[in-house]
């Protein structure tokens, strides 16, 4: 899997901007109500709006692997806004678009992933082969607890277009939220499975939550919650669900906003002063994903060193006070 758009933001020496992006993953449900589309749609429109104004130095970046339904809605409200779209799919591109029901939905799905900034295929899992995922099945249902597992382990926050309801479906839209949570997915995951992206105290656990109905006979959420309704949901035993952003959250993204703000204001001196993880010579041939983590380390320790310094001189600096206010007392 390449990651090339992984960081954002200003070119600096051709090569990928030091801003590193909040990464906002989407799951949903394919079979929303008509009637209440709009009114996700301006849902999600301002969520993506408010995280744009209130981290401008961080960029938002949308990853979605634009199944019908919740999936492209959400795609298609991030491109409107001029957000980058990534798209992971579950399957190899041929295989995943026998799971849209029309030609109208598959050309839907042709045209988002033009507009991407990347699309690629995840791996067909241990035990699976092309021919085995070609028909609807356990087999194939455990490409989408792949992917489910994947956009939790790569997102800071997860957007979730849900009726608030837990099933067995393996890599149902429920099943995701619950992995997100408590890193668990029945029938495809061990209990011991971590997510690996350490957000605050413990763990990303971070989603929010859009409450939709299904088209379908019980498609009513589920209580107490009201269709259309909206919520920060996390693991907080105090309070799980509030309209606010966690704090222990949003500390965080504030933080990594600063150091996005940071790199980007000395890119140029980063450019030409920080050191490499590996020899230079080699830092071309790296693959580009690798070679953004390089260019992110460089731009954190040459960070380090500067504010050291700074530190350092404000130290020294009161010090030289501390002296000379002393030597005007006793004279």
Request: proline share 6%; charged share 20%.
């Amino acid at each position: 899997m390449n990651f090339t758009q992984t960081y954002s933001g200003t070119i600096v020496g051709g090569q990928a901007g030091f801003a590193v992006p909040l990464i906002v993953a989407v799951t949903g449900h394919r079979d929303l109500v008509d009637a209440e589309l709009p009114g996700i749609r301006a849902r999600v429109q301002t969520f993506l709006s408010e995280l744009i104004t209130e981290y401008p130095d961080h960029g938002v970046t949308v990853m979605s692997s634009l199944a019908e339904g919740a999936d492209q809605l959400v795609a298609e409200e991030a491109l409107q806004l001029g957000i980058p779209l990534i798209v992971p799919l579950p399957m190899p591109g041929a295989l995943y678009l026998d799971d849209f029901g029309s030609i109208k939905e598959q050309e839907s799905f042709d045209y988002l992933c033009s507009r991407a900034a990347e699309v690629y295929e995840l791996p067909v899992t241990s035990g699976n082969t092309p021919e085995s995922i070609r028909e609807q099945g356990p087999n194939r249902s455990r490409q989408y607890a792949q992917l489910g597992v994947f956009l939790c382990a790569h997102c800071h926050i997860l957007l979730a277009l849900w009726d608030g309801k837990d099933t067995e479906k393996l890599g149902g839209t429920g099943q995701v939220v619950r992995f997100h949570h408590d890193d668990v997915m029945p029938g495809y995951t061990p209990k011991s499975t971590g997510s690996g992206l350490i957000l605050a105290d413990d763990e990303s656990d971070l989603v929010y939550h859009i409450v939709c109905s299904r088209n379908r006979p019980d498609g009513r959420p589920a209580e107490p919650l009201k269709a259309l309704d909206y919520w920060w949901y996390t693991l907080d035993k105090e309070q799980p669900r509030s309209k606010q952003i966690p704090e222990r959250h949003r500390r965080v993204f504030q933080h990594t906003s600063d150091f996005s703000r940071d790199a980007l204001t000395h890119a140029d001196r980063i450019r030409d002063e920080a050191y490499p993880l590996l020899d230079r010579k080699y830092v071309a041939s790296l693959p580009s994903g690798v070679r953004n983590i390089d260019h992110v380390f460089r731009a954190a320790d040459w960070l380090a060193a500067y504010f050291q310094k700074r530190m350092l001189l404000a130290l020294q600096a009161t010090h030289i006070l501390a002296m000379l206010m002393g030597l005007m007392y006793i004279t």
